[in-house]
């Protein structure tokens, strides 16, 4: 009854993730800065960047990036003579960018163009050969002329923004005097007359709509170079709001998307002044909602950011000699608090390993494993079908009341990538219920069968609260290998931050049972301590982020 084909396809495919997830440096954002217990000393962190994929297109700046029509779309800024600027598209389902398309309108060196929808089209702002603002309308019939394109009377020292409110669309500028400007249009071919802002920048300014407000972020043209943060008071023209300095610098437009949902918040990336590695945060108008993460990527220039169902993805230029146009989806800790990237193990400078147990709770291997975790002292986690759970409640309750953590394994354990998201949430929903009515408490866990998971799948877990766990120690228990197989494996690939996958459920767990004392008396003869999930979550901290330039504290003004 459980679908023993799907994990073993799993168990191949998740050689492959673990290659990539060496490959790429390894990752991992926190969120709650609750979390983060120990003083961040740590000198190396990043983020989990799902992989990345490279275009063939090469950038003379930071290339623009939207979604539109479940597609997201690449402009940039060509690195020929004439600076053309290009388009493509980028699957987000295949990974596969689109061909390019050249256009015939030129820009300049270092001067990015910037997207955005607008009324169902798609728009286009880039400063000309001669400094003058130009908007245009992508033509999907002919890719390669713009429609409507206007040439306004303004000129523009640095790359402009444009973004779309209600039934107006905005352009946004450091004027030749280094002053912000703003101007809105409701049609994009007649723009009204423009407000100058007090205030000068460093470098372009960046646009982005969300929650009903219109954001606006730009790097002070003092020296110190700070990351500012406001919304465009539009029933005040000439009044920026809850304008915000952070403790981050930059000499690069900042990259902003929303965040998603009705709440006015908007992800920022940014590349900092000392160095060329990207950092990524989620702001709500007042402070982070979490500490800024630092990814392994780098870019010449700025990133920019853009959210496609529910997901974030972020473009940025290469530092590689060719200067690739970049794009991935990117997990930024999530304002409620959720991991939103999927765990696959824990902190790598700790000996702390985590045991896990799926299928279960199933008679009587749950009551067995339970004694050998009792009589060692451990904690351990099991990953529960809410169905099983259903049939046998007691088993559950004892796991929560002897201390063990509880997480959700859905309710009937299915392939969640084939499924709706409506089906996706009810699986989640109805074994989260089933748990609380167990134990009382809700999960916070998750993890999906046969590790079969999307980024739907993470969005839908992330908003019911639980954390995407995975795993990176796979004795293939499931598959009846033998006791000392499972022993072997388990002892040869277990490190610090391992998360080791086991059952207790969806077939005859004897060999498992079996194997389990001497992998506890061994591994703890390791000096290895097991923890729980959740645990081993809290002690991510300061290993995995790494704060602004002066820590926790990210508000330095008004
Ligand atoms: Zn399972």
């Given at each position: ?493 277990t490190k610090n931050g391992s998360i080791i996958l086991m059952h207790d459920g969806g077939g005859d767990r004897s ?48």
């Amino acid at each position: 009854m459980f679908p023993k084909g799907t994990d073993m396809k799993h168990t191949s495919r998740c050689g492959s993730w673990l290659w990539h997830r060496v490959a790429l440096p390894i990752l991992l954002a926190l969120l709650a800065s609750g979390l983060l217990g120990v003083s961040p000393t740590a000198a190396s962190s990043s983020v989990h960047l799902r992989p990345t994929t490279a275009s063939s297109q090469q950038a003379d700046a930071a290339p623009a990036l939207v979604g539109y029509n479940g597609t997201l779309y690449v402009s940039w800024t060509g690195r020929n003579a004439a600076h053309n600027l290009n388009l493509m598209t980028y699957n987000t389902a295949s990974k596969v960018f689109g061909p390019a398309q050249t256009l015939t309108d030129t820009t300049l060196a270092s001067s990015g163009p910037s997207l955005s929808v607008f009324k169902g089209n798609l728009y286009v702002t880039w400063r000309g050969q001669d400094n003058r603002l130009n908007i245009g309308r992508y033509n999907t019939a002919d890719p390669s002329h713009l429609a409507n394109k206007v040439t306004l009377r303004e000129y523009s020292s640095t790359a402009p923004s444009i973004a779309a409110l209600s039934d107006h669309l905005y352009l946004s500028w450091r004027g030749t005097d280094g002053h912000l400007n703003l101007i809105s249009s409701a049609d994009a071919i007649t723009f009204g007359s423009k407000v100058t802002y007090g205030l000068t920048c460093r470098t372009s300014p960046s646009l982005v709509a969300s929650g009903g407000y219109l954001f606006v972020s730009w790097e002070e043209a003092s020296t110190s170079s700070s990351i500012v943060i406001g919304r465009y008071d539009l029933a005040h023209p000439a009044t920026l709001s809850a304008v915000v300095t952070l403790a981050s610098t930059s000499q690069f437009p900042v990259g902003l998307a929303p965040v998603g949902g009705s709440d006015p918040y908007v992800s920022v990336g940014w590349r900092t002044a000392n160095d060329t590695h990207i950092r990524l945060a989620n702001f709500e108008g007042g402070r982070y909602l979490h500490n800024p993460v630092y990814t392994t990527q780098t870019t010449p220039y700025g990133p920019t950011l853009a959210l496609l169902s529910s997901a974030t993805y972020m473009s940025w230029t290469g530092t590689d000699t060719s200067q690739k146009v970049n794009v991935s989806a990117v997990n930024i800790a999530s304002p409620s608090g959720v991991l939103s990237y999927p765990l696959y193990s824990g902190n790598p400078q700790l000996p702390e390993i985590a045991l896990t147990f799926d299928d279960g709770p199933r008679s009587p291997y749950t009551s067995q494993i339970l004694s050998i975790l009792k009589s060692y002292g451990i904690q351990a986690t099991f990953f529960v079908i809410g169905s099983e759970a259903a049939n046998n409640p007691n088993l559950v309750l004892q796991e929560s009341q002897q201390g063990h953590v509880v997480g959700n394994h859905t309710w009937s354990h299915p392939n969640l990538t084939t499924l709706s998201a409506d089906q996706v949430r009810t699986e989640l929903q109805r074994a989260s219920s089933e748990i609380v009515s167990i134990t009382g408490k809700s999960p916070i866990i998750f993890r999906p069968p046969g590790g079969n998971f999307n980024d739907q799948t993470q969005a839908i877990a992330a908003s019911l609260g639980l954390s995407t766990i995975l795993w990176s120690v796979d004795p293939r228990d499931w598959s009846m290998p033998g006791t000392d197989a499972i022993i072997q494996n388990v002892l040869s690939s277990t490190k610090n931050g391992s998360i080791i996958l086991m059952h207790d459920g969806g077939g005859d767990r004897s060999q498992t049972v079996a194997a389990l004392p001497t992998i506890i008396t061994t591994l703890q003869q390791r000096g290895f301590h097991f923890v729980t999930i959740p645990r081993m979550i809290q002690n991510l901290g300061p290993y995995t982020t790494q704060p602004a330039s002066s820590g926790p504290t990210q508000l330095l003004s008004e």
